[in-house]
């Protein structure tokens, strides 16, 4: 991956206000790469100092080894989740197109 992709993921991953959430195929569309898989390796190796826990699956749930961490997170911003599942109609970040 370039460098200029891995900058653009990030960026659209630290644009999330809080309150909000996003699925990995969102971050990969906004930020133009290939495969949601690419954010997914952004966030593992370099995302530490980002909001990687408004950041979901598809389905609105996170990876199950991060899933307590995560659910805590958000519910410290005011997302609530039933069973480990974020409502994506009702939290979805919703940015203006670029």
Do not use: F
């Not at 959430?21 to 930020?31: F, P, Q, R």
């Not at 990687?52 to 997170?73: F, I, N």
């Amino acid at each position: 991956m370039d460098e200029e992709l891995h900058e653009r993921v990030r960026d659209t991953v630290a644009a999330i206000p809080e309150g909000s959430v996003a699925t990995y195929g969102d971050i990969a569309a906004l930020a133009g790469a290939s495969t949601p898989r690419l954010v997914g390796r952004v966030l593992g190796e370099d995302g530490q100092d980002l909001p990687w826990h408004r950041v979901l699956r598809a389905d609105g749930t996170p990876a199950k080894h991060l899933r307590a961490e995560q659910c805590a997170r958000l519910l410290a911003e005011g997302v609530m989740s039933r069973n480990g599942r974020v409502d994506l109609k009702r939290y979805r970040w919703q940015p203006e197109r670029r």
